[in-house]
């Protein structure tokens, strides 16, 4: 089955430590992205890769880092420099020509 | 940049009911997409629509992509429990390349 998979579905880490959250997609899709969603924030942008070993910000890029280094593969992590970290994290990718965008099931990451 | 703008932030629907919402910008758009999502769970997509004017039918949802490329409305016929979750609406202007404006989201309840 094709599909895009986030892992863990739920991470737990201490204040300071750098987390890194997994996204790993087998649609063939040239573009992947990161959000951020808070409870009546909506999708919030935080980096976006078109294409191998090129990657943007987006609206919220500070205190997150990615890499990709693989077509199929978007890390992202979460260092000590982000002040609030704990929220739900949402991997998607989409196909170069076609804005539709498919999402994982998300990552909900709390820092304690 | 670029808003989508999505209200009321909550709705509440008797079972049954049929409900709608708009979805508007000050911007024009080539794609309009509806998303869900259930509660933990990444979106899903309900309906894209890629042409001024469409109107668009999956199951009891039907949207439509406004004539002035401006806007986009949702409409759920016969509610029922499983409607529940946050819609979004989503947008793209120039299809390739680019990246997808996200609304903040409706949270629907239905109430049995």
């Known amino acids: 089955d094709g599909g895009i998979t986030q892992s863990p579905k739920y991470l737990f880490r201490k204040e300071g430590q750098n987390v890194t959250l997994s996204c790993e997609q087998n649609?063939?899709?040239?573009?992947m992205y990161w959000y951020r969603q808070d409870p009546g924030q909506g999708l919030r942008l935080i980096y976006y890769s078109q294409i191998v070993n090129d990657f943007q910000k987006g609206d919220i890029a500070e205190g997150y880092s990615v890499s990709r280094e693989k077509k199929e593969s978007f890390p992202l992590t979460v260092t000590s420099a982000q002040k609030n970290p704990t929220a739900f994290y949402l991997c998607?990718?989409?196909?170069?020509?076609?804005?539709?965008?498919?999402f994982g099931q998300g990552t909900r990451l709390t820092v304690v | 940049g670029q808003q989508l703008n999505q209200s009321p932030q909550s709705m509440f629907i008797q079972e049954g009911e049929d409900v709608s919402m708009n979805c508007t910008s000050s911007s024009i758009f080539n794609t309009w997409l509806w998303y869900k999502q259930d509660p933990g769970e990444g979106p899903v997509l309900l309906i894209a629509?890629?042409?001024?004017?469409e109107l668009t039918s999956n199951g009891r949802l039907t949207a439509q992509f406004g004539i002035t490329r401006k806007d986009s409305f949702l409409n759920i016929s016969a509610s029922i429990p499983s409607d529940v979750g946050i819609y979004f609406c989503?947008?793209?202007?120039?299809?390739?390349?680019?990246?997808?404006?996200f609304g903040k989201g409706i949270t629907l309840s239905v109430r049995p």
């Open positions: 629509l890629y042409k001024a004017g």
């Open positions: 649609l063939n899709h040239d573009a």
């Open positions: 998607a990718s989409s196909d170069r020509e076609n804005p539709e965008a498919f």
């Open positions: 989503a947008a793209d202007y120039t299809g390739a390349n680019s990246k997808l404006t």
